[in-house]
């Protein structure tokens, strides 16, 4: 379906007096161009166009503050603006730093929580759940009790390639080991954990999956095609700290849980506002996939961080296979955001010249059961606490033990709240947060 924009011009005109030279004319900023096209663009296809508060455009500098004053605050939390550049280099899985990120645990150590394995670290033996003890002779504990993050990220130092620090771990022996790691830039892996579970209820494949983004497309297949090799007769994914990515990338992970023939039924509809629903409106099928697995059931292990396209992989499969959710309550995020890079390019030739990225939440995702507007998350059937001391992939990581206890007929559920680690990323998050329908299209001036 063709979807065209139609966003208005606007049109400064030139004043001129009665002398003879001209009055100077104050040609807008790049920011100032930004910000009006935006509130064009917001007026049209924002979800809450129709809430949006009466404004004096004028009155910011850039799209960024404006976005902030429209957004509907009740609802929309995600809502925002970037540039062009740092979004791109995102959804490519570019990444820059150690590939670390630390939680505190019960016992108020601070632990490895993931590592990419493009990190330095990586070679060395570093994994989930390995004590951190000091970075650069300082002790990192009591930074993170006190939840100065400022104090860890003046520590950590700035996402530049060539930034060292020191780093001293307890590793599983006990053993106090120090090495030095200098931050790089590298492409980050979506699949952090794949492998096959020999359990009494049968094998089954175990998927920790971190983020949605174009290299995702390649390792899941590799993944899932290990799982069919083995024969996997139940699937695990665990999506705790996965929060979204493209729209596209969660359609294959959740048509690589069902057959071939299921490509003709509905994974999810998109529904926008009423001023483009009639046109924008449109029901996706699932895909035809190399390595489906034609399962009954699936079991997810999610957070407060599972969102976005998380959420849709979740919602999609409901009324097609046995959904169990183990761990916690999901982020909350039924809706989903196109997105604009602006300007208009001079030349697409070889690429456009975008500054801007545009990201509006424009749309709500139903399943084929017209399930969805779940905005206070999807709530677990078995709670399990995030066990930041056992490495991904454990059969006594807590939440994979709940989860494997589903499967062999255990549903019982903790009464007492879920425990959540205080975890922190390196500064700068940058992973997707939000749920995208694609790439930046371009505006239709």
Not at 82 to 105: C, K, N, P, Q, W
Request: negative net charge; charged residues 20%; contains cysteine.
């Amino acid at each position: 379906m063709k979807k065209v924009l139609l966003i208005s011009l606007l049109v400064i005109p030139l004043i001129y007096g009665c002398r003879k030279d001209p009055e100077p004319v104050n040609t807008p900023t790049v920011e100032e161009r930004a910000r009006d096209g935006l509130y064009d663009l917001m007026k049209y296809v924002y979800l809450w166009y129709s809430t949006m508060p009466t404004v004096k455009v004028s009155d910011y500098d850039n799209p960024e503050d404006l976005m902030e004053a429209l957004r509907y605050k009740q609802m929309d939390r995600w809502s925002f603006v970037t540039d062009y550049e740092s979004f791109m280099a995102s959804m490519e899985g570019s990444f820059v730093g150690h590939g670390i990120r630390m939680g505190l645990d019960e016992a108020n150590n601070v632990r490895v929580v993931s590592l990419y394995e493009g990190s330095d670290l990586w070679p060395k033996g570093v994994r989930r759940g390995w004590i951190v003890k000091e970075i650069n002779g300082t002790l990192i504990a009591p930074i993170f009790i006190s939840g100065n993050n400022t104090a860890y990220n003046n520590l950590m130092g700035p996402s530049t390639a060539g930034t060292s620090n020191t780093f001293k771990f307890i590793n599983p022996d006990g053993q106090e080991v120090t090495y030095t790691s200098v931050k790089s830039s590298f492409t980050i892996n979506s699949v952090t954990a794949s492998k096959v579970l020999d359990l009494p209820s049968g094998k089954t494949g175990y998927l920790c999956f971190e983020t949605f983004i174009d290299p995702s497309e390649h390792e899941l297949n590799e993944a899932f095609a290990s799982f069919k090799a083995s024969n996997v007769t139940d699937l695990i994914i665990d999506l705790r700290y996965n929060t979204g990515g493209y729209m596209d990338i969660a359609q294959q992970l959740a048509s690589l849980v069902l057959t071939w023939d299921d490509t003709t039924k509905v994974c999810y509809k998109l529904t926008y506002n009423s001023l483009v629903g009639p046109e924008w409106n449109e029901s996706y099928k699932f895909v035809r996939t190399v390595s489906p697995l034609g399962l009954d059931r699936v079991v997810f292990i999610t957070t407060r961080s599972s969102a976005s396209a998380s959420e849709v992989v979740i919602n999609s499969l409901k009324p097609y296979v046995d959904v169990t959710l183990v761990g916690d309550t999901t982020h909350g995020k039924p809706a989903g955001m196109n997105i604009w890079g602006f300007p208009f390019p001079s030349t697409s030739v070889p690429e456009p010249d975008y500054q801007y990225v545009f990201a509006p939440i424009t749309f709500e995702y139903l399943n084929a059961a017209d399930q969805g507007r779940f905005y206070e998350g999807l709530v677990p059937d078995v709670r399990a606490a995030d066990d930041i001391t056992h490495d991904f992939g454990d059969p006594e990581e807590a939440s994979l033990k709940a989860a494997i206890g589903v499967l062999q007929g255990k549903k019982s559920a903790s009464a007492l709240p879920v425990r959540r680690p205080r975890i922190w990323s390196e500064e700068g998050n940058q992973q997707p947060t939000e749920l995208f329908l694609g790439p930046p299209q371009a505006y239709r001036k």
